[in-house]
């Protein structure tokens, strides 16, 4: 929708990266895996019992192949995408979308559904933290919460952590802060102490001349997204931008040139 509505305004170049980029309804624009793959427990797909999928759950391996989902849940990670999941009680069949991710409990493979929910709700605590109005505010119009949040985790054990809404699913979700180390550089763009210590902090730091993995230039706001596990990409709406990162010129241009992406 942004790139048909903006593509005179802006242009056929800027547009065409802009088109590549935009993913999840513009709020987000790709991401940056922190983790090294090779360390991480894989699933052994030799294992999976996919009849077992199908009839109790509607999943097969064609499916989650062609909606392009399977490589990565064979590393335990939700699903990029929503799926139809099917199953059948005494009333007949029923259905619902969800994330879905694979878990394993005694070498058996199961699935674990994150359905939708109708509304985000930010009024109940999430793992012991309570969210204040400015909180609820950034959660809501920028998806992740700006800060490093105390959580408890199993046994009550307090643990730092970046909050965010899955856009999705309208859940919250958490990445602990433990987890996320910060290269020193991002797509090209070298990263001072002074933007890891601010990135680390749950802030949006705006860096320019990235590199695409096409080589295309862009620039972008960049900031710890938990729903990634990793460093999210956005381009907020411009009056956003001015409330929440207090920018009021990018590159120059006033904000209400900027590209609006909800």
Known sequence: KV?????????????SLLKNQLTNNGTYAGSLN???????????????????????????????????????MLYFKKSSEL???SYETANGLKQ??????FTEKDNNYSLRFYPVKENIDLSKPYMGYT?????QKNMLETGNLGKVATIKTYGDVEKEAYLSVDPLTKEVVHVLKDYIKIKDEINGVPITDDMKNQILDGKAVFLEGMKSAKENTF???????????????????????ENIFDVTHIKGVPIDNTIQTK
Not at 43 to 59: A, P, R, Y
Not at 219 to 241: C, M, T, Y
């Open 83 to 85: 799926l139809t999941v």
């Open 96 to 101: 619902f979308d969800a994330r879905v991710q």
């Open 131 to 135: 969210f204040t109005d400015e909180d």
């Open 34 to 72: 922190l983790y090294n793959m090779d360390s991480i427990k894989k699933v052994d797909e030799s294992q999976i019992n996919w009849d077992e999928l199908k009839s109790k759950f509607g999943i097969t391996k064609e499916m989650l192949e062609e909606k392009g989902v399977l490589k990565d």
């Open 219 to 241: 620039d972008a706001f960049v900031q710890i997204d938990a729903n990634r596990h990793g460093i999210g990409f956005s381009w907020p709406k411009p009056e956003l931008i």
């Open 3 to 15: 790139y048909e509505d903006r593509k005179t305004e802006l242009g056929d170049t800027f547009c």
